[in-house]
C-alpha cells in the first residue's frame, strides 16, 4: 500500500460515535447448521436486514449528512437510488430535519417509492435505467444548489458503513474469514478498514455475482475495470464498476473478490428463510452461497457472513425461494401426459404416499409428436432432496396411465444434502 488513503479506521471510530444513538448494533447469529454445511468451525451472520431500514445504508447517509455545514442542510440534499440507499438518506433527514429528494428510474417497485416517501423524502420518477436517474439527480443537484449524497463513491458513506467492521470486532473476536457482498464496493471498503487496523490477518473477501464481476479483475489488474453491463437477480450489487474513492479504500485490504451463480444466490435466500429464520434479499445472501458453495476454503475457522439488506419485494422472495429449492433439489417440476384426467388422484397418492407433497398441478401445452389421446400436465413436487424426489418421480414413472415427459429435477449447487 501507498499514499495515503481516503478512509481511516479514525474516521471508522468518529462515525461510531455520530451512530451511536441512531443505528441498531445488529445481531451476530451463529448458525450450526451452516458450520457443518461450508466446514467452518462456526459461523456467524451479521443481521443487517434487522438494521433500521432494512440494510446498512443509514450508517453510510447518516454519517455524511451528519457531517453537512448548516447551509447545505438548510438547501437540502438530494440522492439517486432504486433501492436501499434510497431510504438510508430519507430517515437521515428526517432525523437531522435535513429536506431530501431521490431520484427514482421508473423501474422502481411502488412499495419502495412508498417506502421512502414514508420517511420524509420527496421522490422524483425519472429514467428508465438508474444512470439517467443518477444524472437527472446530478442536474438537479447543480440547478437548485443541493448537496448530493452518493450511495457509496464517498469518504464519509464508506467510513459509516465501517462501523460494521467495527461490532464484528467486539461480537465476533474470534474471527478468521469475513464474507462481503460488493456492488460499488462502499461496505467492504469500510468493513475491511476497520477489521485490518485492529487485526491484519483476518480475511476480508468480497463476493459478486457472476452477471456483475468486475471488482476482482479491477484489484488484480491495479485499475478499475469496468462492464458494458450487467446481468443477475441481484439487484443490489448490479454495479458496473468500483468508483476511485472505493477502489482507493479497497486496495491492499481486500483479500480476495469470488464470483457466485444466480442459482446459488437463490437456493442461499431459500436457506436462510428456512434455516435462520431470515428474509435476505439476494445481494444479502450471495455471501452466504459463497460459503456454501465451497469457492473459499474456511476448514476449521470462524466466519463471518454479513446479510446486508432484507429488503425484498415478498412475491420477488417467494419466488427466488422456489427457484432456491428447485436448485437445492427439493423441488422438482415434473412434465407428465395421462391417459385420464382422474389419474391425478394416483399421482397425489403416490407422492403422498412417499412422504412428498404435491404442491401445484395445472395443464400442460400439447408439443408436437405428443399421443393426442393423452393429456400434458405440469406438476409441482416438494421433497427433502434429490434422493428423494428420484424415489417419487421414479414411483410416478410406475403408475398406469401416467408418463414423465420431463423429471424437471436439478441437483443440490452446494452438494450437500438433508
Known amino acids: 500500500m501507498s499514499g495515503e488513503r481516503p478512509v481511516s479506521v479514525g474516521d471508522v471510530e468518529a462515525a ?26 462456526s459461523v456467524g451472520l451479521k443481521l443487517e436486514n434487522a438494521q433500521r431500514t432494512g440494510s446498512f445504508k443509514i450508517r453510510g447517509a447518516y454519517n455524511c449528512m451528519a457531517q453537512l455545514s448548516e447551509g447545505q442542510r438548510e438547501r ?23 429536506e431530501t429528494t431521490v431520484v427514482v428510474p421508473e423501474i422502481t417497485p411502488a412499495a419502495k417509492i412508498a ?14 435505467i438508474y444512470e439517467r436517474s443518477y444524472e437527472h439527480a446530478l442536474e438537479l443537484a447543480e440547478r437548485d444548489g443541493l448537496e448530493f449524497v452518493h450511495p457509496f463513491d464517498d469518504e464519509r458513506v464508506i467510513a459509516g458503513q465501517g462501523t460494521v467492521g ?13 464474507l462481503v457482498a460488493i456492488g460499488g464496493g462502499g461496505l467492504i471498503g469500510g468493513i475491511a478498514t476497520a477489521l485490518k487496523a485492529q487485526d491484519p490477518d483476518v480475511r476480508v473477501v468480497g463476493v459478486q455475482p457472476e452477471g456483475a464481476a468486475h471488482a476482482g479483475r479491477s484489484l488484480e489488474k491495479g485499475e478499475i475495470h469496468e462492464l458494458e453491463g450487467v446481468d443477475t437477480v441481484a439487484d443490489g450489487i448490479a454495479d458496473t464498476r468500483l468508483l476511485e474513492t472505493t477502489f482507493e479504500t479497497m486496495r491492499g485490504r481486500v483479500d480476495g ?22 428474509v435476505a434479499e439476494p445481494a444479502g445472501a450471495a455471501p452466504l452461497a459463497v460459503l456454501l458453495s465451497g469457492a473459499v476454503d474456511v476448514e476449521g475457522e470462524d466466519v463471518a457472513v454479513v446479510i446486508s439488506g432484507g429488503n425484498a419485494d415478498l412475491t420477488d422472495h417467494a419466488e ?21 384426467r382422474s389419474r391425478v388422484g394416483a399421482i397425489a397418492e403416490a407422492v ?67
Open 16 to 41: 461510531r460515535e455520530r451512530l451511536g444513538e441512531v443505528v441498531h448494533r445488529t445481531p451476530l447469529d451463529r448458525s450450526t447448521t451452516f458450520a457443518w454445511m461450508s466446514g467452518a468451525r
Open 76 to 98: 437540502g440534499v438530494i440522492t439517486a437510488s432504486a433501492g436501499n440507499h434510497a431510504q438510508g438518506v430519507a430517515l437521515a433527514g428526517d432525523l437531522l430535519g435535513i
Open 115 to 128: 417506502a421512502t416517501r414514508g420517511y420524509g423524502a420527496g421522490v422524483v420518477v425519472e429514467g428508465d
Open 166 to 178: 467495527l461490532e464484528l470486532l467486539e461480537q465476533y473476536p474470534e474471527l478468521d474469514t469475513v
Open 257 to 278: 473478490v469470488v464470483a457466485v451463480s444466480d442459482g446459488a444466490i437463490a437456493a442461499a435466500t431459500a436457506l436462510l428463510a428456512e434455516r435462520a429464520k431470515t
Open 320 to 340: 427466488l425461494v422456489e427457484r432456491g429449492l428447485v436448485e437445492l433439489g427439493r423441488y422438482a417440476t415434473p412434465s407428465v401426459a395421462v391417459s385420464n
Open 352 to 418: 403422498a404416499g412417499r412422504g412428498a407433497k404435491l404442491a401445484d398441478v395445472g395443464s400442460g401445452q400439447p408439443r408436437p409428436g405428443d399421443d393426442p389421446n393423452r393429456h400434458p400436465m405440469e406438476l409441482a413436487v416438494e421433497g427433502n432432496g434429490p434422493e428423494h424426489l428420484r424415489e417419487v418421480l421414479d414411483a410416478l414413472e410406475e403408475l398406469d396411465g401416467v408418463r414423465v415427459v420431463e423429471r424437471g429435477l436439478e441437483t443440490d449447487p452446494f452438494g450437500a444434502t438433508d
